[in-house]
Nanobody, 118 residues
């Protein structure tokens, strides 16, 4: 079992930056691929970025490619999402999750709100 807690959200102007953190409890964190997702009001939750258990492989949604960077420090049981050049359409609640099986995520955190003003 892994428990995830996101932090680092807030209000930022368009063009600004934020770094989200996802802190995990549990000794098995380093064995999981991890992902960031987001859900805007009235929309379905969507994939943002993912990182392999070792950190050696990453993937991104086209909408954030080149602006967001996912990383992890297994010694700190933490996954990060560096978000640059933020746009109003990035406004959402951001969640991290562990990949329990190929393409299936679980152990969702409570989320952190990101609001980008124009």
């Amino acid at each position: 079992q892994v428990q995830l807690v996101e932090s680092g959200g807030g209000l930022v102007q368009a063009g600004g930056s934020l770094r989200l953190s996802c802190a995990a409890s549990g000794r098995t964190f380093s064995s999981y691929n991890m992902g960031w997702f987001r859900q805007a009001p009235g929309k379905e939750r969507e994939f943002v970025a993912a990182i392999s258990w070792s950190g050696g492989s990453t993937s991104y949604a086209d909408s954030v490619k080149g602006r967001f960077t996912i990383s992890r420090v297994n010694a700190k049981n933490t996954v990060y999402l560096q978000m640059n050049s933020l746009k109003p359409e990035d406004t959402a609640v951001y969640y991290c999750a562990a990949e329990l099986a190929r393409g299936k995520y679980g152990y969702w955190g409570q989320g952190t709100q990101v609001t980008v003003s124009s």
